[in-house]
């Protein structure tokens, strides 16, 4: 593993950043959040993206809201940035970005993002150009390409895997073999301890992922030249 991403909506924010810091060879991108927990904005600076308990209003309501003109692109550019500020205070560059649930390439968020993303010297944004023919897959794919035009000029990945979604589950050997396509792929876990917080809505694949992650079937199908940072050690703002 080389990548993660902090997400800095949430409270532990901190102590996550400071044990990604510490840690020799690995890249903290930033998973910016618009659907769930509380914005780093004050609520009401950011009054349509979030709910009357000052707390975001989820995926669907998101994305509802944008579509109906009821949520203010204004408030989405302010909040990136200001999660990106959140990022770089707790001394991740967030030069990596991907999101929460993906709800960057919608394309009406994406043309707000990717224009804070140039502001903000972004070096790398993620696109979900399926690598499986799973519905989910398609559909983000299909977001993908609507949203292309917004984020052409950071570069990206030439595909996706998400392995805690991806069904049927793969195995090592399944996860290995991607090492052999061409271009990159960026390939997505949630990995943890079989006992996480009781909240965690997806807690139950986390051991799953962990024990794909340190299989030696994959260690030996990947190599030490497959696996990379998304933005090279050394590339500053």
Known sequence: ??????????????????????????????????????????????????????????????????????????????????????????????????????????????????????DEGARWIRRAWPASRSWKSAALGAATAASAVFFREVPGNDRLVDLTFERPRPDAAWVGLLATLDGVTEVVTHPGPPAGDPADTIAAPRARDLALLTDPILRAGFGDDTVRWRVPPGVVR
């Open 1 to 118: 593993m080389r990548s993660v991403s902090l997400l800095v909506t949430f409270p532990r924010a901190a102590e996550a950043a400071e044990l990604a810091r510490v840690e020799r060879g690995l890249e903290v991108g930033l998973h910016l959040d618009l659907v769930e927990g509380r914005p780093v904005s004050d609520p009401s600076d950011v009054p349509t993206l979030v709910g009357g308990d000052g707390r975001f209003l989820g995926l669907t309501r998101l994305f509802a809201g944008v579509g109906a003109g009821r949520v203010r692109a204004a408030e989405i550019g302010a909040e990136v940035r200001a999660q990106v500020a959140r990022a770089r205070a707790l001394g991740t560059p967030a030069l990596a970005w991907d999101s929460h649930r993906h709800a960057h390439l919608f394309p009406l968020i994406a043309r707000v993002v990717g224009a804070v993303a140039r």
